[in-house]
């Protein structure tokens, strides 16, 4: 499968990539500042721009896949949130996503896939991760809804807990919360990109 992937230079994307290259897959990696392609995605021009680029594409033309493992929130307490604080994650995480969907059905093969990146804050917020939280809820919504919408394409949700890697700098924001390897993650896109299934939130606790 040729696979656009965004955000493959965090800890979460260079799982993915490896994963998907290891199985086989030819992985186009998609980022601001790194990636074989430089797009921002959070611009919908950009997105635009991304989807009308030839060397995004091999000799079918299309894509088999979209996965996206970025989302840009801000973590304040409610009280010391500003407006734009909150407008900014949605943007960040949310808008960003949706418009990959939105503007990538057209250049997605018929039964292609999305796969989005969401997390545990929606069902297990925790201090400081009101906008995280929203973001969360408002892309697996979003999931659920389109599934039905953009068939025979599907599209899917991961979301995972706090990263079993990442515990050495996050894990007091996460106290008694199970954490999850980074490479058990990417584990979930490969199922929703190479699986079946439409409109599913893989919980990663």
Known sequence: MRILLIGAAGRLGTAVEKTLADRGHEVVTVGRSTGRLRYDVADPEQVAALYGDPALYGETG??????????????????????????????????????????????????????????????????????????????????????????????????????TESLPHYGDFFPGVPSVAVDDVAQAYVRSIEGGQTGRVYELD
């Not at 840009?72 to 960040?92: I, L, Q």
């Not at 969907?101 to 250049?107: E, N, S, T």
């Not at 969360?136 to 389109?146: I, K, L, Y």
Request: charge should be negative; aromatic fraction near 6%; glycine fraction near 6%.
């Open 62 to 163: 299309v894509l088999d896949a979209v996965a996206s493992a970025a989302g840009d929130v801000v973590y304040n307490p409610v009280a010391d949130m500003a407006a734009e604080d909150y407008a900014s994650s949605f943007r960040g995480k949310v808008l960003s996503q949706i418009e990959l969907v939105r503007q990538g059905i057209a250049h997605v093969a018929e039964r292609g896939s999305f796969t989005l990146i969401t997390g545990v804050l929606s069902r297990d917020p925790i201090p400081t991760s009101s906008a995280a939280a929203m973001a969360n809820g408002a892309v697996e919504g979003f999931v659920r809804a389109a599934a039905i919408d953009i068939a025979p394409q599907r599209i899917n949700a991961v979301s995972p807990t706090v990263f």
